[in-house]
C-alpha cells in the first residue's frame, strides 16, 4: 500500500512517468488484471518504446481472459 502512496505521489508530480504506471501494474500483478492492464497501456501511450512494459501487457492480456 505504501508503495503505492508513493507511485501515486509521483504520477502527482508527472503524470506522464510511464515507470510510475509500470510499478503500479507490477503491484497489482494476479490480483486485479484489469488495473494491470490499464497501467501498462497508459505507460505504452506515454512511452511507446517502453518494452518491458509490452511483454508483461501481452501476458497480462493473456492472463485476464
Known sequence: AEAERMYLRA???NPRAAKAHYNIAVLHW???W???IR???TALAIDPNYE???RYLTIAR???K
Open 30 to 32: 494476479r490480483e486485479d
Open 39 to 41: 497501467e501498462l497501456e
Open 11 to 13: 504520477l502527482d508530480a
Open 52 to 54: 518491458e512494459a509490452r
Open 62 to 64: 493473456h492472463a485476464s
Open 34 to 36: 484489469p488495473k494491470v
